[in-house]
C-alpha cells in the first residue's frame, strides 16, 4: 500500500490560484469518496480543510475547493493569501479499514 | 474546546518499545461516534496512518504494522495509547493522534505531534 502521490512543492503569488493533486489508485482514491486534506502550518497541529472530496469544514474559507476526477482528487486555493504558506496533505479510505495518506506537499506564497 | 494531547519518550534505542499516549480534553473518548487514529511522519517517509481505535476495544490497524502494534484505552484518564515493538531507525517520525467520526477519515481534530527518535 504506496502513499498517494503529491508534488513535494507548488507556488504561487497573492491573489493567485494553485492546484494540489494526490494521485492514488482505482482501490483507494478512485474507489470512495472518502478523501481529505489537511493544512499544517509549522508547530501547529493538522487543521481539516477539505473532507468527502468537495465539503468544506465550518469556518474553512470557500476559497478552497476539493475535486476528484479518476484517481486523482485535487485541492484548490484561489485568492492566494500569505497565512495559506504551509503543508498540505491528503487523505484516502482505502477499503478493509484501511487509511492512506499523501507525502505532502509544501506551498509556498511568492 | 477540544483538544489533543501526544506524549512520548522523545528518544529510544533501537529494538525498544515505543509507548505514546495521547490525552483529550473537551471530549469524551467513550463517545460512540468517534474514532481514535495515530498517524506519523518522518522525513522519508511522508505520512503514514498506524492504525485507529475505537473504546468499545475495535482496533483497525495498518496491515504493514499490523503485528507490532497494539492499541488500547484508559476512559478514567480519557487516554487513549500505541505500543509499537521492536522498533528501529525507521520508526523515527513525528506521531499524531486524531479523532474521526468513522473509520473513513483521520477526522477533523488532530494533536500537535511529538517527535520520536530510535537511535543507539
Known amino acids: 500500500q504506496s502513499a498517494l502521490t503529491q508534488p513535494r512543492s507548488v507556488s504561487g503569488s497573492p491573489g493567485q490560484s494553485v492546484t494540489i493533486s494526490c494521485t492514488g489508485t482505482s482501490s483507494d482514491v478512485g474507489l470512495y469518496d472518502y478523501v481529505s486534506w489537511y493544512q499544517r502550518r509549522p508547530g501547529k497541529a493538522p487543521k481539516l480543510i477539505i473532507y468527502g472530496v468537495t465539503k468544506r469544514p465550518s469556518g474553512v474559507p470557500d476559497r478552497f475547493s476539493g475535486s476528484k476526477s479518476g484517481n486523482t482528487a485535487s485541492l484548490i486555493i484561489s485568492g492566494l493569501l500569505g497565512e495559506d504558506e504551509g503543508d498540505y496533505f491528503c487523505s484516502s479510505f482505502a477499503g478493509r479499514y484501511t487509511l492512506i495518506l499523501g507525502g505532502g506537499t509544501k506551498l509556498t506564497v511568492l | 474546546q477540544v483538544q489533543l494531547q501526544e506524549s512520548g519518550p522523545g528518544l529510544l534505542q533501537p529494538s525498544q518499545t515505543l509507548s505514546l499516549t495521547c490525552t483529550i480534553s473537551g471530549d469524551s473518548i467513550d463517545y460512540p461516534n468517534s474514532y481514535w487514529n495515530w498517524i506519523r511522519q518522518s522525513p522519508g517517509r511522508g505520512l503514514e496512518w498506524i492504525g485507529c481505535?475505537?473504546?468499545?476495544?475495535?482496533?483497525y490497524p495498518n496491515p504493514s504494522l499490523k503485528s507490532r502494534i497494539s492499541m488500547s484505552v484508559d476512559t478514567s484518564k480519557n487516554q487513549f495509547s500505541l505500543k509499537l515493538i521492536s522498533v528501529t531507525a525507521a520508526d523515527t517520525a513525528e506521531y499524531f493522534c486524531?479523532?474521526?467520526?468513522?473509520?473513513?477519515?483521520?477526522?477533523?481534530?488532530w494533536g500537535r505531534g511529538t517527535l520520536v527518535t530510535v537511535s543507539s
Open positions: 486524531s479523532r474521526g467520526p468513522t473509520v473513513v477519515t483521520p477526522g477533523d481534530l
Open positions: 481505535f475505537h473504546y468499545t476495544g475495535s482496533t
